[in-house]
């Protein structure tokens, strides 16, 4: 499913006149979420959908294939997310 066609979705689930307000609805999400996983130690957790995080991703190193160079990342912030019972259980449902 592409955004497009998401828009149309949350403009039908979400009863909304228009696909612009559908739009807005989904573009404020998503900023709020980015905006408070963006706080250090932010969590949104969502009963029953599920608990969007920030975890720390450990640098590693290693070697670039074909050479003998050796590359190094650093330890950095990442988003996680983990669906809830009932999201999990929705989806199972659906896909028998």
Known sequence: MNKSEF???VK???EY????EAEKAISAFTAAIEKALSKKDG???LVG???F???LQKGKEGTVP???KKYKTKDKFVPKFKA???FKDAVAAAKK
Do not use: R
């Not at 006149?17 to 612009?20: F, P």
């Open 7 to 9: 828009v149309d979705l």
């Open 12 to 14: 039908e689930v979400g």
């Open 17 to 20: 006149e228009t696909k612009k």
């Open 43 to 45: 969590s949104v957790e």
């Open 49 to 51: 959908f599920g608990k």
């Open 53 to 55: 995080e920030t975890v």
């Open 66 to 68: 074909g050479t003998t």
């Open 84 to 86: 809830g019972k009932g």
